[in-house]
């Protein structure tokens, strides 16, 4: 291996190998309820155990081949949390973990450490495939590994041993090269957002996009949003026209709106069926921009008001409709929450 990059610093924090000033706080957080509920060790989590990790890295300045290192995150001089980085013996493959003392979650020091310790195992130690291992219900560390640019692999039931059962195993992973566009992808926002309509030519570029795994609950993926638009369900006795949009942004296919408007006087309101934005574009404010030009549409053809609906959930959309303008009906439609907004 290379010259170790250990002390890791990064804009808020140090990453490095643990000390024995550690233990308190390691054998603190690990018996901590709410840290280790979907973690993989055993409790109670006694201090010797913290001391025999401890001591397992005296001699090391670096993560290692063949084997398991854990690295210590620290704040201001003090450990807040700590990430595993287990490395094949040929260095191409590393596995990895992490763990955030509760009173320091967030404040995104987790993202932080371990996108700093991931790009070290992309560009200095040479690993081309980076992988983690969760409990299917650790849906906080799934977003996290999303935002490293992991995509979800694998969920094999009853796979893991885990506190004397055994534990569906959820798998997320990404190439060396799939981090780098990951790292480098577009985070300005564009200067221009248009609505164009899917067609022959476009439809298979678009049905490329994708969210997030995590996000597929609140959204359909693209192959069930053109599945629905083939065969639509009436709404309140009236035929359903599903109107079928790229969400386009300086030029490129970046995300997809789809609604069912109305068909003639009397029939139910124009109704926001399907709007998502593929993961690499998430966070550069396109979403809320494509929002506005269909409600200018909407407005423009004559519209009063238009719908959506929604399933509530940490990580739904809910926050984005309410801060644009949407107001709750009251509604339960199959278990989403109904919302309106006048135009």
């Given amino acids: ?9 990064t804009e808020r924090l140090v990453i490095r190998l643990p000390r024995a000033e550690d233990v308190d ?12 509920a979907l973690q993989d060790w055993e409790l109670p989590y006694p201090r010797e155990r913290a001391e025999q990790l401890v001591a397992s890295h005296e001699d090391r300045t670096d993560v290692i081949r063949g084997g398991g290192t854990q690295l210590a995150i620290t704040l201001d001089g003090r450990m807040i949390g700590d990430i595993y980085v287990g490395i094949d013996e040929p260095g191409g493959i590393a596995e990895i973990g992490f763990t955030l003392a509760r009173e320091h979650q967030g404040h995104g020091y987790a993202l932080e450490a371990v996108s700093a310790v991931v790009d070290d195992l992309v560009d200095r130690i040479g690993v081309h495939r980076i992988f983690a291992q969760l409990s299917k219900d650790n849906a906080a560390s799934a977003r996290l590994l999303e935002r490293l640019g992991m995509t979800f692999e694998s969920l094999t039931a009853r796979s893991y041993w885990w506190r004397g059962t055994y534990d569906d195993n959820l798998t997320y992973a990404m190439s060396a090269d799939e981090r780098r566009v990951w790292r480098d992808r577009p985070r300005n926002r564009p200067e221009q957002v248009r609505l164009v309509p899917i067609t022959h030519k476009n439809v298979w570029t678009y049905g490329k996009l994708r969210t997030h795994h995590s996000q597929q609950q609140f959204v359909a993926p693209m192959w069930q949003s053109y599945g629905d638009a083939l065969f639509p369900e009436p709404e309140q006795g009236h035929p359903v026209v599903p109107v079928l949009l790229g969400i386009e942004a300086d030029g490129e296919p970046v995300g997809f709106l789809m609604y069912a408007d109305a068909v003639n006087e009397g029939t139910p309101e124009p109704y926001l069926w399907r709007f998502l934005v593929d993961r690499l574009h998430q966070g550069r404010g396109i979403g809320g921009q494509a929002l506005r030009i269909w409600l200018d549409d909407m407005r423009a053809a004559g519209h009063q008001a238009v719908a959506v609906s929604w399933e509530p959930g940490h990580g739904g959309p809910e926050g984005f409709y309410l801060k644009n303008g949407f107001e709750p009906t009251g509604e339960i439609e199959d278990g989403e929450i109904v919302a309106r907004r006048v135009l």
Avoid at 25 to 36: A, F, G, K
């Fill in 1 to 9: 291996m290379p010259d170790t990059a250990y002390p890791l610093k």
């Fill in 25 to 36: 706080v390691l054998t603190s957080y690990r018996n901590d309820p709410e840290v280790s």
